[in-house]
């Protein structure tokens, strides 16, 4: 599995939001500052609120291109077994009823799920609990994670 094509769909994925992000955010601005939408009384706000709109969306667009900017500049290397899981490891884990997921570790912003063949991967940051949690791990060990009130166990199968 080709970690750099991973990064590609991650990029196109934060693109597409870009997209709908600065199109919804020029959509809230014209109805914003569109005439029939000048209020003629105090309870007249459907400009008002679609002017918080359009800033809520322009600033979702912004930090959808910061972390685009971070994913552009991340360089996955390959796996380093004497340093366990890192930043940019791919890696399998198998819970207790032997379901496996695969994980790759990336920046921050970019968790989904993306595409590799037949394979579907999960696309999470060392921030995220379970991304922290696997931090250091080298295949054959556990991974634990406490999830509300229940503990989750998982067994690194392999790590790339």
Not at 90 to 98: E, Y
Not at 112 to 129: F, L, N, Y
Request: aromatic letters at 4%; glycine letters at 8%.
């Amino acid at each position: 599995m080709d970690k750099r094509l991973l990064q590609q769909q991650v990029l196109d994925r934060l693109a597409e939001d870009l997209l709908q992000a600065e199109r919804a955010a020029q959509v809230a601005h014209e109805t914003a500052t569109h005439e029939e939408n000048i209020a003629e009384n105090k309870y007249d706000t459907l400009g008002l609120e679609a002017a918080y709109l359009a800033t809520g969306q322009a600033r979702r667009a912004q930090a959808i291109r910061a972390v685009m900017a971070h994913w552009r500049q991340f360089r996955p290397g390959a796996y380093d077994a004497s340093k366990g899981i890192q930043l940019g490891t791919l890696a399998c884990l198998v819970d207790a009823d032997d379901r496996q997921q695969q994980l790759f570790l990336g920046p921050p912003g970019g968790s989904m799920s993306v595409a590799s063949g037949d394979q579907v991967v999960q696309v999470i940051s060392s921030e995220a609990p379970l991304g922290a949690a696997m931090l250091g791990k080298c295949e054959g060990d556990e991974v634990s994670l406490q999830v509300g009130g229940a503990r989750q166990q998982f067994e690194v199968l392999w790590a790339r």
